[in-house]
């Protein structure tokens, strides 16, 4: 089936480094890949999303490329925040097997830290 | 986008007890997931509610245990029925845009549901 590997946390950094999250996936088919955001105490926010190889995603200075070649989503800010500080999730959107119906599988997260 | 929210926010139960936790969205949307987020963990697809029809659960996941209702295009319930301390759990619904799932389609998730079962 589906999966997403997420890079392992936490990811600990001072305001204004660059930020890097790694993101591969397995899918049969074309999924579309999202990035998601949890803030601390709240649900889940669309940070953003790709829906075909080379599309590239972007939102409030975060962008992640969709390689079909490297099965990968690597999430990427130049210059993080403290307000950035956030759980981050992968996810794939992905035909269920031997089904007409799609289904979003996520990574198991990454904890990002900003300090001051 | 979509507006959602959950009701309640959070909640502390008695084992052996039931919650039931219900998704309101701003406008009609045709499918509706329910997760689970344990604690310090990733999100677990529990079942999808379409209106008019019974819920599809994931493997893991009986009707007994998490009943589902999906009266209307803008509303759902779950239950935690029977609860134990392992339920203590996020629950969060989420709406898909469109007709049917597709791929393209963007799931939008409420704030979540916090329930702790002692």
């Known amino acids: 089936g589906d999966s997403v590997t997420q890079m392992e946390g936490p990811v600990t950094l001072s305001e204004e480094a660059f930020l890097t999250i790694n993101c591969t996936y397995t899918?049969?088919?074309?999924?579309?890949l999202f990035w998601y955001v949890q803030y601390p105490g709240e649900g889940l926010q669309l940070l953003l999303k790709?829906?075909?190889?080379?599309d590239k995603g972007s939102n409030k200075g975060f962008e992640a490329t969709y390689r079909k070649e490297t099965t990968s989503f690597h999430l990427e800010k130049g210059s993080v925040q403290v307000s950035d500080s956030a759980v981050y999730f992968c996810?794939?959107?992905?035909?269920?097997?031997?089904?007409?119906?799609?289904?979003?599988?996520f990574g198991k997260g990454t904890l990002l830290t900003v300090n001051p | 986008s979509a507006v959602i929210s959950q009701k309640p926010s959070r909640d502390i139960c008695q084992r052996g007890t039931s919650l039931t936790i219900q998704c309101q969205v701003d406008?009609?949307?045709?499918?509706m997931f329910w997760y689970r987020q344990q604690p310090g963990q990733s999100l677990t697809l529990i079942a999808t509610?379409?209106?008019?029809?019974?819920?599809?659960?994931e493997s893991g996941f009986v009707i007994d245990k998490f009943p589902i209702s999906r009266p209307n295009l803008t509303f759902s319930t779950l239950t935690v029925s029977n609860m134990s301390p392992e339920d203590s759990s996020i629950y969060l619904c989420?709406?898909?845009?469109?007709?049917?799932?597709?791929?393209?389609?963007?799931?939008?998730f409420g704030p979540g549901t916090r329930l702790t079962v002692l």
């Open positions: 790709a829906t075909k190889a080379d």
């Open positions: 996810a794939l959107n992905g035909r269920v097997s031997g089904g007409s119906n799609y289904k979003l599988t």
């Open positions: 989420s709406v898909g845009r469109g007709t049917g799932v597709r791929v393209t389609d963007t799931q939008y």
């Open positions: 899918a049969t088919g074309y999924p579309s």
């Open positions: 406008s009609q949307v045709t499918m």
């Open positions: 509610a379409n209106q008019g029809s019974e819920a599809t659960y």
